[in-house]
């Protein structure tokens, strides 16, 4: 009985402390980078979505100043795999080759991104990197 109300109090600390994540995860989609920002860092050191959000905040320059290798290290940390690299890079490329709404079309980092992905695997970058050449 003891382990169960351990492990239940584990589990509402838990998630107790993920709430600023979730807000920060909010504020990112509602466009309050700032906000964003201040919410996710704290969470950066050891949680992998906050990471592959720092590193999209780098991509892009939300809030804080655009840098592709800053960018390109939180989505090392962020993923587990080449393929998690490779898809994060290639997103990223992705936004800024068709705009979703994110940021403005930008050929030059769209391949950029592209090229990154590329080298880490994802093929289906190539298609778009002949679409820019």
Known sequence: MVMLSIFIGYRYHN???LE???SGISAFKS?????SF???EPYA???????????KMYA???FVEQDSEIALSWFKKASNSDEEIAENLFYVGLDYFESGGLVEIDKAQAKYWFTK???YGRSASSKYLHQID
């Open 20 to 22: 600023g994540l979730r």
């Open 45 to 55: 050191k050891n949680n992998s979505d906050a990471q592959g959000l720092m590193g």
């Open 15 to 17: 998630y107790e402390s």
């Open 31 to 35: 466009g309050d980078y700032e906000g």
């Open 38 to 40: 201040s919410l996710i």
């Open 117 to 119: 992905a590329e080298k």
């Open 60 to 62: 892009f320059g939300f």
